[in-house]
Structures are given as structure tokens and as C-alpha cells.
């Protein structure tokens, strides 16, 4: 990944309100729902995500800004001097130093200590006690270290909640991987991803990616635990007379019947049209008037008003 800093356009020193904001502000931009003609958009998506929560973790964004470890997570490992350095850094200092007061053995006991510091051991007579470190050893070897997880968020919409599936995310590591999300899928659960977390700097196991599931905001239902809310706008006449409605659903829409003189304080129920068809939906009901007015039904207010008036509050 590239600097988790640069892909949000945010300074080292941004507080988390701004961070937050930033990544709202990208998030939303670049949603693959709101550019589906750009077949980057996913990539982008991910790429802000996977930032903003390397950012959001502050061990790990405290350990980027001191240099331990680069933007996917990997440590990186101190040599002399000050400077970077590798396991090819190492081995040309063991060759360099050898007249300066360094031996093989010492280079190597420094660079085994980027990894936590060498085991140590009961060498055997004329055996390089390091040797089995790199070599496969036999008996008595130290397994390899385990990578470390990666904690990573599946931004997922209320659509693809509903109807399950795979949805695509972009790991820390630049992988774009296919996550199949559990049936009834639950808004913050987590989903753990084997082997696809942090590669072990010893060779070992990678480490897991656990993948929290966030939902997004939804342009039109607003989420009540598995119960939905939409707000669907009428005419005065179809409040007053009756009729059927279109009603927007995670399914499609469906048919709502508009009794005759409907009160619009309360909201209709859709049985079993919320999400995962565990929940309902709420049909909230907006009276719209014609734009810019009109003569005619102001004449009928009015006369509504001074011969037919009614009280609606205390």
C-alpha cells in the first residue's frame, strides 16, 4: 500500500476528527456505487479504506510514523549506522566489517535481533551455531514466526447485505481477494480470513485478515436493527382519496394501498420486506404539494379554512 497519508491527502499530524472526515469525504467520492463506469473505483475504494484504517489503529499508525514498520504493516529491520537495512545489507557488512572489528557471527547476532532478538543455543563442536537458523535445521529447531493479522473493514451496502454473496476487498497487502459474507450478515461482525494477514518476516505462516463488516449509509432506508424506514411522498389527493403507491424495497419495489383520508403521522408496514426478510419496512408518508402553488387549491384551502375548519393540535 502506499502511504496510508498521502492516499487520505492528510498530514502526519491530523487528529482523528479530521482523519474521519477525510475518509468520509473519500469513502464517498469513490464508491464504487456512485462510479460504476470507472472499473477503478473498487480499487480506489479499497485503497482509501485499507488507509484509513491502518490510521485508525494506533499502534500500528505509531509505529509507521517512527519507522518500524512500512505502510503494509512489515517491520523494518535496523541495521548500522542508522540506515534500513535487509538481509543483503547484512550479509555485505559481514563481508565489509570483517577488518573493522566485526565478525560473521556478530553481524549475524545483529541481524537476528531485527526479528526480536537470536535464540540461543548449545552449539556443536565445529558447527556454525547460526547455520540452522536459515538452513532448515534438524533436531531442536524453532518453528518460523506467524505473520501478524491484519485488521481490515468491508465497507458492505444494505443490497449486498440482504441478498448475501461475495463482495471484493483489498487487503493491506495490495491483494484484492472475493470475501462470501454469512448468511443474515450483522452489521460490525467479523469475518476471519486465513493466511491472508501480515507475511511472517521469517518465512513462516502469514498471519489472518479479520475483516469487520461495516454497513454503509443508505441514500433511502434507514436501518432500525433488522426493521427499515423509507420515507415515500404523496400527492393531497392520494392522501385524501386513496390509491396504490410504489414503494422502494431491498427486493424491488412493491405495491402499497393508500386508504381513503390516510393519516401521515403514522407510518404503514410492509410484513417482512426489512433486511434479510427477518425485519419489516416502514412506509413513512410525505405529502407533496405542486411546485410554485396553484390558484385553485389555494381558493379551496381557503374556503375549507373559514367554512370547515378542524383542529389537529391542542
Known amino acids: 500500500m502506499r502511504d496510508p497519508y498521502t492516499v487520505l491527502g492528510v498530514s502526519r499530524s491530523v487528529s482523528e476528527k479530521d482523519l474521519k472526515s477525510a475518509y468520509r469525504k473519500l469513502a464517498k467520492a469513490n464508491h464504487p456505487d456512485q ?18 484504517d491502518f490510521l485508525t489503529d494506533k499502534e500500528k499508525r505509531g509505529a509507521f510514523d517512527r519507522g518500524e514498520i512500512d505502510a503494509d504493516g512489515s517491520p523494518k529491520f535496523a541495521g548500522f549506522g542508522g540506515a534500513g537495512m535487509g538481509a543483503g545489507g547484512a550479509r555485505r557488512s559481514a563481508q565489509q566489517g570483517a577488518g573493522a572489528g566485526f565478525s560473521a557471527e556478530d553481524i549475524l547476532k545483529e541481524f537476528m535481533s531485527g526479528f526480536g532478538g537470536a535464540q540461543q543455543r548449545t552449539a556443536r563442536p565445529g558447527a556454525n551455531p547460526w547455520a540452522d537458523q536459515f538452513a532448515g535445521g534438524t533436531a531442536g529447531r524453532q518453528p518460523s514466526m506467524k505473520g501478524d493479522d491484519a485488521n481490515v473493514t468491508l465497507a458492505v451496502s444494505l443490497e449486498d447485505a440482504h441478498k448475501g454473496g461475495s463482495v471484493p476487498l483489498r487487503l493491506p497487502t495490495n491483494k484484492i481477494v472475493s470475501v462470501k459474507l454469512p448468511d443474515n450478515v450483522e452489521d460490525g461482525q467479523q469475518i476471519r480470513l486465513k493466511g491472508q494477514g501480515t507475511p511472517s518476516p521469517m ?15 443508505h441514500k433511502l432506508f434507514r436501518r432500525d436493527g433488522a426493521d427499515l424506514r423509507v420515507d415515500v411522498p ?12 410504489r414503494v422502494p424495497t431491498l427486493d424491488g419495489s412493491a405495491e402499497l394501498t393508500l386508504p381513503a383520508n390516510i393519516n401521515t403521522a ?49
Not at 462510479?35 to 484509513?52: G, H, L, M, T, V
Not at 518465512?203 to 449509509?217: I, Y
Not at 407533496?288 to 370547515?308: A, H, T, Y
Request: avoid cysteine; charged fraction near 30%.
Open 203 to 217: 518465512g513462516g505462516e502469514a498471519g489472518d485478515a479479520l475483516v469487520t463488516v461495516k454497513f454503509e449509509r
Open 234 to 245: 404523496i400527492t393531497l389527493y392520494e392522501a385524501v382519496l386513496g390509491g396504490k403507491v
Open 266 to 314: 403514522k407510518a404503514l408496514r410492509l410484513k417482512g420486506k426489512g433486511l434479510h426478510g427477518n425485519g419489516d419496512l416502514y412506509a413513512s408518508l410525505k405529502i407533496v404539494l405542486p411546485e410554485n402553488g396553484d390558484p385553485d387549491l389555494e381558493s379551496l384551502m381557503r374556503f375549507w379554512r373559514d367554512q370547515k375548519p378542524y383542529k389537529v393540535r391542542d
Open 35 to 52: 462510479n460504476p463506469d470507472d472499473p477503478k473505483a473498487q480499487s480506489k475504494f479499497a485503497e482509501i479504506s485499507a488507509a484509513y
